[in-house]
T-cell receptor, first 111, second 114 residues
Framework: QKEVEQNSGPLSVPEGAIASLNCTYS??????FFWYRQYSGKSPELIMS????GDKEDGRFTAQLNKASQYVSLLIRDSQPSDSATYLC???????????FGSGTKLNVKP | DGGITQSPKYLFRKEGQNVTLSCEQN?????MYWYRQDPGQGLRLIYY???????QKGDIAEGYSVSREKKESFPLTVTSAQKNPTAFYLC?????????????FGPGTRLLVL
């Protein structure tokens, strides 16, 4: 059984702070990892993707992957109220036509 | 104007009724997917298709059916066998199989039972 787990939150951070979102997955034979942002009532949109161990930075966002420990994280620097949303972690396994999603972490950024 | 369209935005189903959700893409993507999302939950895969005239069951296919007669279209039918269909349904597409290819989502259809 392949599983992707996230803390449901809500995670509350003040504006300007760093938000740290975490995701763990069950199977070591994993290929690629994606973070999506989903506003209430809307569809998910891609924030970051990462495939290799280490950090990947894109603007205020940094994805971190540690395959040995089976976790992937997303850091949001200088958090803004507009970052308030649910963040979904998705993992693509060996059959890389299928994605497995976590249940999402709700982030609240307080002005 | 390229993208993925889903219709209708809201759909109401009566007991015992089959309903069909539309998904169209003009991105020339090979793969298409249907997901179901319940409140406070992640996305669960219903069906996916990698090429025309071929599709595979996902984790929760019971009570649903699909077709892929054209590359750009992947309609989902929610049959009367699906006893708890109330959910947010998301269609997605992906350019081609590959490690670094992400999915792109349509705006979704919210299905409610009368």
């Amino acid at each position: 059984q392949k599983e992707v787990e996230q803390n449901s939150g809500p995670l509350s951070v003040p504006e300007g702070a760093i938000a740290s979102l975490n995701c763990t997955y069950s199977d070591r034979v994993s290929q690629s990892f994606f973070w999506y942002r989903q506003y209430s009532g809307k569809s998910p949109e891609l924030i970051m993707s990462i495939y290799s161990n280490g950090d990947k930075e894109d603007g205020r966002f940094t994805a971190q992957l540690n395959k040995a420990s089976q976790y992937v994280s997303l850091l949001i620097r200088d958090s803004q109220p507009s970052d308030s949303a649910t963040y979904l972690c998705a993992v693509n396994w060996g059959d890389f036509n299928k994605f497995y999603f976590g249940s999402g972490t709700k982030l609240n950024v307080k002005p | 104007d390229g993208g993925i369209t889903q219709s209708p935005k809201y759909l109401f189903r009566k007991e015992g009724q089959n309903v069909t959700l539309s998904c169209e893409q003009n991105l020339n993507h090979d793969a298409m997917y249907w997901y179901r999302q319940d409140p406070g939950q992640g996305l669960r895969l219903i069906y996916y298709s990698q090429i025309v005239n071929d599709f595979q069951k996902g984790d929760i296919a019971e009570g649903y059916s699909v077709s892929r007669e054209k590359k750009e279209s992947f309609p989902l039918t929610v049959t009367s066998a699906q006893k708890n269909p109330t959910a947010f349904y998301l269609c997605a597409s992906r350019p081609k199989p590959g490690l670094q290819e992400t999915q792109y989502f349509g705006p979704g259809t919210r299905l409610l039972v009368l």
